[in-house]
């Protein structure tokens, strides 16, 4: 008796065995339909409806293709826009119940997408040369940014919760440290050559970061930069004391070690033309940041003596000595302004730094006016400069005191002057730190297309300008902006750039679906309150009597002892099973939207790490049940259960135990059933690779 079907599949003639399910059919044919409640053996429990397919002349409604059996001639379609939205529609509702971190929130807030869990973990095994290599995979300079990042990865940190954020940068820096300790620093391997060549305009971070990339890539790379020696801002808007010279000259001795050639004292417009570059490179990278200084608009501004803070700083990492003599007035409220009355302090001067809000609305960073504090500067706050007057080699500055009327554009309360309380202070000099802009009007006429402030235009989801082959980056597009974003945006530059020179699409970097818990305020207690309180590591720094003598590091970063108990502080957010997870996997396929179906009320957190093995994470749980089925059909340990009905059913150890409290043996076969991550192994780690690619 012939025990053979035949069928077709999406226009594929199949012969399958009497008795199979459309799904079995498939699988046979090598073609996929997504599932989640499938397991090979079992009956089917056909509740995720993630396997629906239509039978042509059949039945008028989608089925399951796991728990249809086959009949002879039968013709299936499993891809069309209607089982397309159906499949959609049922990740979305799998989705309304789900709730947990795909990524921890550090990765998510992090611009260079840098794999912090992944680092911290190694380094709290003591394995500093795999935590460095995991950094490098997303960001070349982690000596500096571990020095001069203000941090945007730890603010969504859910430490903060318990008591302090993890200190992040000064692990980061650690790693880099260790690095750079060694006889044979971690080289990045690059890629087969690929007989493309880039330009790169600026070495700054943007552009050390396109230069890297694409280097792994397999290109060739020629940087250029205007001035003698790499970093951009970095070297040249950002003191010594704070950033040593010789971190920036490794970082980029690395890339020169990868085959990078870096070419300096070239100005593009002066040295170079964009359109000799457009004729001899496949591509050009623009990342020439922001080094122009916005004007005061203050009467006598041009007057000898006054400075703006780009061209102090610079003059001063030059090896410069500036004439400003005794006593600075320093005016603007930003970290430039700072970073200028810091060094000014350094050069043996009285730094007074005038700004025309409150310290509430000055957008420094705090710990940076403390150490100005500590340091000697001094605030004159509500004080605005209004006029310069020079005067028998001083400067007769009158200023204005101001109050606070209603918010700007900025969301801060704008300064408003106050008749009659014009009052003149006497300075040997005034340097000025109110903004930066880009120097870029002729790129227009090169024909890419600038903003309305300068700044030059991109897509921001490839960075390629108006110009086909020209992208740019940092703050050439941002503005003046943190060094972190730069470096990021370079990275999300040398993927596009890499896309264009292969000849496909440029789209950018790929998307990674990603379920969130949410800002802090919205966590569950039940994720945090099993953490007991433990102090942040504080760093170490040099005593301002002493550190104000000179320009040498004021931050010792930290010790290994630091490292071992601030890494421990770590709470290891994000998801097990991001890597393997069907829900985000069929999500990416299909577009899904988690919060089509989301509801006021969200499913309670329940974790059971009571297991030496297995960690049960049950507000990641969609129901479909594998484990349950596998544990008592299999194992027959009867270790998990649903509990409740309706909207509250969950699967957990029955009688309200824990997992350690029943048969459970950890077999492990409940968690490789699992599509999620409501199941996982405490082994796995929650950095995944996936974050890691750049292609």
Not at 294 to 300: Q, W
Not at 496 to 518: C, D, H, P
Not at 539 to 552: L, T
Not at 607 to 615: E, K, M, N
């Amino acid at each position: 008796m012939d025990n053979t079907v035949n069928i077709i599949i999406d226009g594929l003639k199949v012969q399958t065995t009497a008795g199979s399910t459309i799904l079995q059919a498939a699988r046979q044919a090598g073609i996929e339909i997504p599932t989640f409640c499938y397991i090979e053996k079992m009956t089917p429990f056909a509740s995720c409806f993630m396997c629906v397919v239509r039978i042509k002349g059949g039945r008028a409604n989608l089925v399951p293709s796991c728990a249809t059996p086959v009949y002879e001639g039968m013709e299936v379609e499993t891809q069309s826009e209607e089982i397309k939205k159906a499949r959609k529609s049922a990740l979305e509702l799998m989705l309304s119940d789900h709730t947990g971190d795909c990524f921890g929130p550090c990765y998510s807030e992090c611009p260079t997408g840098v794999d912090i869990p992944g680092f911290i973990n190694e380094l709290n095994k003591g394995e500093a040369d795999e935590a460095i290599r995991i950094i490098k995979d997303s960001l070349p300079i982690p000596g500096s940014l571990g020095r001069v990042c203000p941090a945007p990865c730890e603010g969504g940190c859910r430490r903060a919760l318990v008591e302090e954020k993890i200190s992040i940068m000064s692990l980061k820096r650690f790693a880099a440290d260790e690095d750079m300790k060694k006889a044979d620093p971690y080289v990045h391997d690059c890629g087969s050559p690929t007989g493309k060549k880039i330009a790169v305009i600026g070495a700054g971070p943007a552009g050390i970061s396109v230069a890297y990339f694409s280097k792994i890539l397999g290109h060739d790379v020629d940087v250029f930069d205007s001035h003698p020696h790499p970093g951009g801002m970095l070297r040249y808007g950002i003191p010594a004391y704070r950033l040593p010279r010789h971190v920036i000259d490794f970082e980029v001795s690395i890339l020169e070690k990868m085959g990078v050639k870096f070419n300096y004292n070239r100005t593009l417009g002066k040295d170079l033309s964009l359109d000799v570059l457009k004729k001899d490179y496949d591509a050009v990278f623009l990342g020439i940041g922001a080094q122009g200084a916005t004007p005061m608009r203050v009467e006598g501004e041009d007057s000898s003596g006054v400075f703006s803070a780009i061209e102090f700083l610079g003059q001063v990492s030059a090896g410069e000595n500036p004439p400003i003599g005794k006593k600075v007035m320093i005016v603007g409220g930003g970290n430039s302004a700072i970073d200028a009355a810091r060094t000014a302090i350094r050069c043996g001067a009285e730094a007074l730094v005038y700004y025309r809000r409150t310290r509430e609305e000055m957008p420094a960073f705090d710990f940076e006016i403390e150490e100005a504090i500590a340091d000697g500067v001094e605030f004159r706050y509500l004080s605005a400069p209004v006029k310069i007057i020079p005067s028998n080699g001083k400067l007769q500055v009158e200023c204005i005191e101001m109050g606070l009327g209603e918010p700007d554009a900025s969301g801060r309360r704008r300064p408003v002057p106050k008749e009659g309380s014009e009052h003149t202070v006497e300075f040997d000099s005034v340097i000025a730190a109110i903004g930066q802009k880009v120097i870029g009007d002729f790129l227009a006429e090169s024909g890419l297309k600038l903003s309305k402030w300068g700044t030059i235009d991109v897509n921001n989801e490839t960075m390629m300008t108006s110009i086909e082959g020209i992208f740019s980056g940092g703050d050439a597009v941002l503005g003046p902006d943190i060094a972190v974003r730069a470096s990021g945006m370079g990275r999300l530059a040398a993927i596009s750039i890499n896309q264009y020179l292969n000849g496909i699409a440029v789209t950018g970097n790929r998307k990674l679906f990603e379920v969130t818990m949410g800002p802090l305020q919205n966590i569950q207690k039940a994720v945090y309150e099993k953490y007991t309180e433990a102090p942040r590591q504080k760093v170490a720094h040099m005593d301002p009597v002493e550190a104000i003598k000179s320009f040498d590091e004021v931050s010792y970063g930290f010790t290994e002892q630091q490292v071992k108990e601030e890494t421990e502080r770590c709470m290891k957010c994000g998801c097990r099973a991001a890597d393997t997870c069907k829900l985000r996997k069929f999500s990416e396929v299909y577009e899904s939207d988690s919060k089509t179906y989301a509801g006021d009320n969200e499913r309670s957190v329940f974790i059971d790490d009571s297991h030496p093995d297995i960690l049960i994470e049950s507000h990641k749980c969609i129901t479909c049940g594998n484990c349950v089925r596998v544990c008592e059909d299999d194992r027959k340990c009867y270790a998990l259960a649903f509990v409740n009905r309706g909207f509250e059913t969950l699967i957990r150890p029955p009688m309200q135990k824990l997992l350690i409290q029943t048969q459970c043996d950890g077999c492990g076969k409940c968690v490789d059933a699992c599509p999620t991550g409501a199941l996982s192994y405490k082994k796995a780690r929650v950095a995944t690779d996936i974050i890691r690619e750049i292609t």
